[in-house]
């Protein structure tokens, strides 16, 4: 009898687990989340979080989609992608009447990096020359054209050319095969060039701040999933705070994420980083991502010169941002440069 009662009692126990087993499954809501071919630095907080399984605590059975970025665009207002770290192709369609909603932040300060063949010295020496940015409109082409030209006074176009290149890998092979002179590179891709020989010519950290990395996704998709909105922002901010504070345990996720060879390389881009980002959005920096967008548009007789900007506020998911991140005690981050 007590044998019996012990199988039972193994039994039950056995039939336990597996039922819990099963409400864990069934618990977890299945989520894409858009990732630039490569790798980009900018949307490092989504790295983390799949790899620290913060996605899978929060009960989102989450899985990346490699496209460029453009691409990335398309599949989130289709509804290929959930959540899209483009901020700019997003503001764009929004500017343009797609129904989206930002819901987090990632990254809240530039983090370009113009790097040049050793023979120039200074950033005006890249007068006359070719510099390789991504394509017109993207944040890696954004940002080095704000920077040239606000700090150093150089338009593209008028005092050097541009290629666009849609990878960061490309644009690096271009400068040491010499076809370029400089290029726009985020910090991740940094060890790279600067083993090739390459130097590092402007930081536009040091004159910009940014919210690069911005995650949106679809209104649709908001209003049809509130429960999931929270926990994807609690898994982001989680691996913003990780991020922020453990260098040894953000070096493996480093390397797997950017192709980074060495854990010298891996540890150089986190001491460069591990401070940048933020999941909070401060309504200047959020308002920006339309305003360049805006100016980009009306370059390109998009948008009429005499046209205001919308309220970006109308775009942003920002009471169920704040909230979350209240509720959970999430330190923000603490900006230490100031914009041009």
Aim: hydrophobic letters at 45%; zero cysteines.
């Amino acid at each position: 009898m007590q044998m019996l009662r012990s199988v039972l009692t193994l039994a039950a126990a056995f039939v336990f687990s597996a039922v819990a087993a099963m409400g864990v499954a069934q618990a977890q809501t299945k989520i894409t989340i858009g990732k630039v071919l490569s790798g980009n630095g900018l949307h490092i907080p989504t790295y983390v979080a799949m790899d620290k399984g913060f996605y899978q605590a929060e009960g989102l059975d989450a899985r990346f989609v490699n496209l460029t970025g453009r691409a990335l665009v398309t599949a989130g207002l289709s509804g290929s992608v959930d959540f899209v770290p483009i901020p700019s192709g997003g503001s764009q369609a929004a500017l343009s009447g797609a129904q989206i909603r930002y819901v987090v932040g990632q990254s809240l300060k530039s983090q370009w990096l113009i790097v040049s063949r050793p023979n120039i010295k200074k950033p005006e020496d890249l007068k006359g020359k070719t510099v390789g940015y991504g394509r017109a409109g993207s944040a890696d082409y954004d940002e080095g054209a704000a920077v040239m030209r606000r700090a150093f006074k150089m338009d593209v176009g008028k005092d050097y050319k541009v290629i666009s290149f849609q990878g960061e890998t490309e644009r690096i092979a271009a400068l040491i095969n010499g076809d370029i002179d400089a290029a726009l590179i985020s910090i991740p891709h940094a060890p790279k060039a600067l083993n090739a020989g390459m130097k590092i010519l402007v930081h536009t950290g040091d004159y910009i701040q940014r919210a690069g990395g911005t995650i949106w996704t679809r209104k649709s998709f908001a209003d049809e999933h509130p429960e999931v909105l929270p926990k994807f922002i609690r898994a982001i901010a989680k691996a913003v705070m990780f991020y922020r504070d453990d260098r040894a345990g953000s070096i493996p996720i480093l390397k797997h994420n950017l192709g980074i060879d060495n854990d010298k390389d891996a540890g150089i881009v986190w001491d460069q980083t591990h401070t940048a980002f933020g999941a909070e959005l401060p309504k200047n920096l959020f308002r920006q991502i339309f305003e360049s967008r805006r100016i980009t548009m009306i370059a390109a007789k998009q948008w009429a010169a005499d046209k205001p900007l919308p309220d970006p506020e109308q775009f942003l998911l920002r009471s169920v941002l704040e909230k979350t991140l209240k509720d959970m005690k999430y330190v923000p981050t603490k900006l230490d440069n100031k914009p041009i």
